[in-house]
């Protein structure tokens, strides 16, 4: 299952935090950035391994939530956005040469995969009619619904007619 990956993934940076954080640092610090110019007075860890516990954090809670089907939509799409930067952050496969580059791009590959995955896992109804459908149903009832009541008026107005005289 998809999820475990995320579980095993967070474990592993949990466990090795500050290798974790060495390797996510170019990347941190370019959100760091963002995050100070898009909400200054917002609270963000400048410390780049408490970014990676919050990440790991994020990533068990919502790949928990994905494995036991609750809020499964929700929980596919925070784990695609945590996935962004962990993929930029952990498989920079640009830094490297040999045969260190090609894992990494393997790396890489499969987490853009997964990405792909998990955004068509937020967009799953299970089956059910999405909003889309919802709404162009309702409307093509109502359209029908007002075409019998105006069948309906005529045929009235035509028996009134017919009993005045």
Known sequence: MIASMFVVGAADALRN??????????????????????????????????????????????????????????????????????TLAGH???????????????????????LGGLIIAAGDTDGAPGVTWRAKRVAKDARREAGHLASTAKLEAKLAKANLT
Not at 28 to 47: F, M, N, R, S, V
Not at 96 to 106: L, N, V
């Open 17 to 86: 935090t500050s290798a974790a954080a060495e390797r996510a640092k170019p990347v941190a610090d370019q959100l760091i950035g963002l995050g100070k110019k898009a909400a200054p007075t917002a609270p963000i860890p400048e410390d780049t391994a408490t970014l990676v516990r919050i990440n790991a954090g994020v990533q068990v809670v919502a790949a928990l939530g994905l494995a036991t089907n609750r809020a499964p939509r929700a929980c596919a799409l925070v784990l695609a956005g945590s996935l962004v930067p962990t």
């Open 92 to 114: 920079r496969f640009w830094d490297f040469s040999g045969e260190k580059a090609k894992e990494q791009r393997q790396h890489f590959v499969k987490n853009v995969a997964v």
